[in-house]
């Protein structure tokens, strides 16, 4: 919204006579009245901001590393030798007729970029409470740039896993064509999430504590180092209430071949996704006007 007021000297009438007739304009700026959670025109406006968010996230995580976007790779890798030690050969956790160290990488692959992106996001606009309150711009751009900025560890660990595949000579199908769906899915639910939690983290700075701990407890709810499969078929849906259930579940079915997730929860676990985006894009919008005064 743009308002133009004229201001008038109320000093001496020397001062009056200087600066008759002439006129500033002030501009302020509030959010778009209505329903709308997202104007996406003006985040197209913004979208070089967003580019520059990115990159900086980026190129901060690894910025004076020795080993830079190897971490990328070494983290999911490591995780993988771990789980296949203690679940694979220890407690002897099926895999769906897969070899588990392949099993679990391409369980990790979607659930370390939502759990990253979750973590990044909710915490955002507290890391850049200066930029908040020095200049205006779409505040769902610092959130969507830290959900964005995961997707370049997430094509660099995706490399690996396509080498594990020629390994283990397990080759691609065409259920790889539902790949792309299954990762906007990844992505809607972590920046679903983020809005939520960055919008409350500002508000209440518990949430920045609780974060890693949610992040922790939901790891094990999801099926990422155990198969979907071990629950009982009257389970399935309620399961799908989990988004990353439906998630990591497709990544397997569509890159190994592996069950397809059952299409009541694969369902189930979209509505949730969708619920969670919608309603977290609501809150942020509502809470939006109050980010610079609180933070």
């Not at 979750?118 to 505040?139: C, D, E, H, I």
């Amino acid at each position: 919204m743009r308002l133009t007021v004229s201001e008038s000297a109320t000093e001496t009438p020397a001062s009056q006579s200087e600066i008759h007739g002439s006129q500033s304009e002030l501009t302020v700026i509030e959010p778009t009245g209505g329903w709308r959670a997202v104007d996406l025109a003006e985040l197209w406006r913004y979208r070089e901001l967003l580019y520059f968010l990115v990159w900086r996230d980026v190129k901060v995580k690894y910025k004076q590393t020795g080993l830079g976007a190897a971490w990328a790779v070494i983290q999911p890798i490591t995780a993988m030798v771990v789980f296949t030690f203690f679940f694979g050969n220890l407690a002897r956790m099926p895999s769906d007729g897969l070899p588990y160290p392949i099993f679990a990488y391409a369980g990790l692959l979607p659930w370390n970029y939502f759990a990253s992106a979750v973590a990044g996001s909710g915490q955002s606009l507290v890391a850049s409470a200066n930029l908040l309150t020095k200049v205006y711009f779409p505040r769902l751009v610092i959130p969507l740039g830290r959900v964005a900025s995961g997707l370049v560890d997430f094509a660099i660990a995706f490399a690996v896993l396509l080498v594990l595949m020629l390994y283990y000579g397990i080759a691609p199908t065409a259920t790889l064509l539902v790949l792309p769906a299954l990762l906007v899915m990844a992505v809607a639910t972590a920046l679903g999430m983020g809005l939520w939690l960055s919008a409350l983290n500002v508000q209440y700075r518990d949430v920045g504590h609780v974060i890693p701990f949610l992040v922790q407890i939901w790891m094990f709810a999801t099926p990422v180092v155990y198969p979907a499969s071990l629950l009982p078929d009257q389970w399935r849906v309620l399961y799908g209430l989990n988004p990353m259930a439906g998630v990591v579940e497709g990544f397997r079915w569509a890159l190994l071949g592996a069950r397809a997730p059952a299409p009541a929860m694969l369902a189930v676990s979209a509505a949730v996704i969708v619920l969670v985006l919608i309603s977290g894009l609501l809150y942020f919008r509502r809470m939006e006007d109050t980010f610079a005064d609180v933070v």
